[in-house]
């Protein structure tokens, strides 16, 4: 049918919208971080953590208690996601294949049991990848509230191993996997919306690269400082 015909044109589309824009955004994280509010985000948090560490006597408990508030973040997306999973699995193995006539009458694109079982799959994908990325974030977090308290004279004196550079990419990395979480959610909206057809999921495509190029772009700095490798922060 020609309205069936629209999931092979139109969801393609749309992902690939989704996806171009998000390969854009990390070239310009990489080449010009200073015009991205993960890239400044990044260098502020480097300069936090070595404010952290110069005085870790004093702003010890300031630290653990920010890292902390970043864990429970990361938590409460992965308590979340895995909840929505659950529901996922439950509607996947228990309606698709009892989907109600009338509801198919006003969805256009395919609505056969093959296809339905795909879009709930797909959410389900979405969900879980979410899942497994903020625990990611957890561990660096974790990791990075156990090392940020130990002073910086001390640490170059006991190991040559541990610094300021390798704490804060610990925190950055935790930051960019809690990142990489959120887009997962992000990106299983227009895949929930297929469910009502291939329609509402391209507009729903369309709109969020619409609004996340003004939430992740910026133009109120420059780039007189910061570098792919200070903001990477290898670990």
């Given at each position: 049918?020609?309205?069936?015909?629209?999931?092979?044109?139109?969801?393609?589309?749309?992902?690939?919208?989704?996806?171009?824009?998000?390969?854009?955004?990390?070239?310009?994280?990489?080449?010009?971080?200073?015009?991205?509010?993960?890239?400044?985000?990044?260098?502020?948090?480097?300069?936090?953590?070595?404010t952290m560490m110069e005085n870790s006597s004093k702003n010890g408990v300031l630290s653990v208690q920010t890292l902390r508030n970043n864990i429970m973040a990361s938590t409460l997306l992965a308590?979340?996601?895995?909840?929505?999973?659950?529901?996922?699995?439950?509607?996947?193995?228990?309606?698709?294949?009892?989907?109600?006539?009338?509801?198919?009458?006003?969805?256009?694109?395919?609505?056969?049991?093959?296809?339905?079982?795909?879009?709930?799959?797909?959410?389900?994908?979405?969900?879980?990848?979410?899942?497994?990325?903020?625990?990611?974030?957890?561990?660096?977090?974790?990791?990075?509230?156990i090392l940020i308290n130990v002073p910086i004279g001390k640490a170059a004196s006991k190991s040559r191993y541990l610094s300021e550079e390798y704490v804060a990419a610990a925190v950055n990395r935790?930051?960019?996997?809690?990142?990489?979480?959120?887009?997962?959610?992000?990106?299983?909206?227009?895949?929930?919306?297929?469910?009502?057809?291939?329609?509402?999921?391209?507009?729903?495509?369309?709109?969020?690269?619409?609004?996340?190029?003004?939430?992740?772009?910026?133009?109120?700095?420059?780039?007189?400082?910061?570098?792919?490798?200070?903001?990477?922060?290898?670990?």
């Amino acid at each position: 049918m020609k309205e069936q015909a629209l999931d092979y044109v139109l969801v393609p589309i749309g992902l690939s919208l989704m996806v171009a824009y998000h390969a854009w955004l990390f070239y310009r994280i990489v080449t010009r971080p200073t015009t991205t509010v993960v890239g400044l985000n990044a260098i502020n948090r480097i300069v936090w953590v070595r404010t952290m560490m110069e005085n870790s006597s004093k702003n010890g408990v300031l630290s653990v208690q920010t890292l902390r508030n970043n864990i429970m973040a990361s938590t409460l997306l992965a308590s979340t996601a895995i909840m929505l999973s659950s529901v996922i699995a439950v509607l996947m193995t228990g309606t698709v294949g009892g989907r109600d006539g009338a509801l198919k009458d006003d969805v256009y694109g395919n609505t056969s049991e093959s296809w339905s079982s795909i879009k709930y799959f797909s959410i389900l994908s979405c969900f879980l990848l979410a899942f497994l990325l903020n625990v990611q974030s957890i561990r660096y977090y974790s990791h990075a509230s156990i090392l940020i308290n130990v002073p910086i004279g001390k640490a170059a004196s006991k190991s040559r191993y541990l610094s300021e550079e390798y704490v804060a990419a610990a925190v950055n990395r935790g930051s960019y996997f809690w990142s990489l979480g959120l887009r997962s959610f992000y990106f299983a909206c227009p895949l929930f919306l297929w469910m009502f057809g291939p329609i509402p999921m391209f507009m729903c495509c369309f709109v969020l690269v619409f609004v996340l190029y003004f939430l992740d772009v910026t133009s109120d700095f420059g780039d007189e400082w910061g570098s792919r490798g200070e903001v990477a922060g290898e670990v």
